[in-house]
């Protein structure tokens, strides 16, 4: 935390643009890391879920493993990826753009006692426009 630098040279759509760019880029590296995680989970919360059947992975690790040996890492581990990056890329870039908009108009307006509740408010905002 801390206050957020001034724009400079008075162009807030260059800096709406690049924060845009910053959260979508963001948002790729996050789903990059995430995905093959969630992938694993949601098939052993599958196997687990279908009664009389003994599941095919022991572990997480072990759920990696075979389905990156059986099915490849792109088409096994990072399956669907295309799709998640199709709704990442503009939900993050909203939300991180609309929050930096925000937390810059705020702060000169509070007193450094109060950015935290400036940084809770613009994250809430952003969130809530890039969910509409």
Request: charged share 20%; glycine share 12%; net charge positive.
């Amino acid at each position: 935390m801390g206050r957020e630098a001034p724009v400079l040279d008075g162009n807030h759509a260059r800096t709406f643009a690049a924060d845009l760019v910053a959260g979508g880029i963001a948002g790729v590296v996050a789903d990059s890391i995430i995905h093959p995680v969630d992938t694993v989970k949601a098939r052993m919360q599958v196997m687990r879920a279908l009664p009389g059947r003994s599941p095919k992975y022991a572990s997480m690790a072990d759920g990696f493993r075979t389905i990156a040996r059986k099915e490849g890492v792109w088409r096994g581990l990072y399956a669907g990826y295309g799709t998640v990056l199709l709704g990442t890329i503009p939900t993050h870039g909203i939300m991180f753009a609309v929050y930096k908009t925000l937390k810059r108009s705020a702060e000169p307006q509070v007193a450094d006692s109060s950015l935290a509740l400036v940084d809770f408010a613009a994250a809430a905002g952003g969130e809530a426009i890039a969910l509409v």
